[in-house]
Nanobody, 131 residues
């Protein structure tokens, strides 16, 4: 059974940094692409970043390019989201998710930014950027 647990959220002032972690279990570490999404109060869930099965390829939303960095450690079955230069508009609940079926049909050269490609989701971790 695939399980995902996010951690590392918290309250940080504008310009600060946080690193989110996604601990995965129930599947072989390098089997699936993994994505990060966020949902702010009153808004829909949006894609933030994703990383391919081996970590060779990544994608970022325009709003976070140059500030966020996604990485994975398949030996630990974990994915990370390093967030720098945080802004108040980054405030949201952040989720990691697994693109299991998509990964079975695609190579390691990319990862899907679309929400509908992701099947398994974690419970989320709150990130609040405020002074």
């Amino acid at each position: 059974q695939v399980q995902l647990v996010e951690s590392g959220g918290g309250l940080v002032p504008p310009g600060g940094s946080l690193t989110l972690s996604c601990a995965a279990s129930g599947f072989t570490a390098d089997a699936y692409a993994i994505g990060w999404f966020r949902q702010a109060p009153g808004k829909g869930r949006e894609g933030v970043s994703c990383i391919s099965k081996s970590g060779a390829a990544t994608n970022y939303a325009d709003s976070v390019k140059g500030r966020f960095t996604v990485s994975r450690d398949n030996a630990k079955n974990a994915v990370y989201l390093q967030m720098d230069s945080l802004k108040p508009e980054d405030t949201a609940v952040y989720y990691c998710a697994v693109a299991s079926y998509w990964s079975n049909a695609h190579s390691d050269t990319t990862c899907p930014p679309e929400r509908h490609a992701y099947v398994y989701w974690g419970q989320g971790t709150q990130v609040t950027v405020s002074s």
